[in-house]
Nanobody, 121 residues
Framework: VQLQASGGGLVQAGGSQRLSCALS????????MGWFRQAPGKEREFVSA????????DYASSVKGRFTISRDNAKNTVYLQMNSLKPEDTAVYYC???????????????WGQGTQVTVSS
């Protein structure tokens, strides 16, 4: 399984950004997907996850109501729409894949390479 994340960049506080993560090498719809982030000097933390069908989602309390996870199984891609961004959202964002949503939330089996999101104040 290979995961390729993209869409990071520099954005002003209050702005929006959409991250994408494409899975290759296996059947995308067989995997629950998740997003994590790691800020400088901090541990990697869970952000959001979505089930294989897309019918169930989960969010960290810090992003609930601002971020939306979605997936397009025809395009083998999971998205993270980030709105109302704050400077504290600045981090490297990683996508992950696993067998079920709750497994992904704890520890994905596969990781992407990460994409930097920087929110300026």
């Amino acid at each position: 399984v290979q995961l390729q994340a993209s869409g990071g960049g520099l954005v002003q506080a209050g702005g929006s950004q959409r991250l994408s993560c494409a899975l290759s090498g296996r059947t995308f719809s067989n995997y629950a997907m998740g997003w994590f982030r790691q800020a400088p000097g901090k541990e990697r933390e869970f952000v959001s996850a979505i089930s294989r069908s897309g019918g169930s989602t989960d969010y960290a309390s810090s992003v609930k109501g601002r971020f939306t996870i979605s997936r397009d199984n025809a395009k083998n891609t999971v998205y993270l729409q980030m709105n109302s961004l704050k400077p504290e959202d600045t981090a490297v964002y990683y996508c992950g894949a696993g067998s079920a949503i709750y497994d992904v939330r704890r520890k994905p089996n596969y990781w992407g390479q990460g994409t930097q999101v920087t929110v300026s104040s």
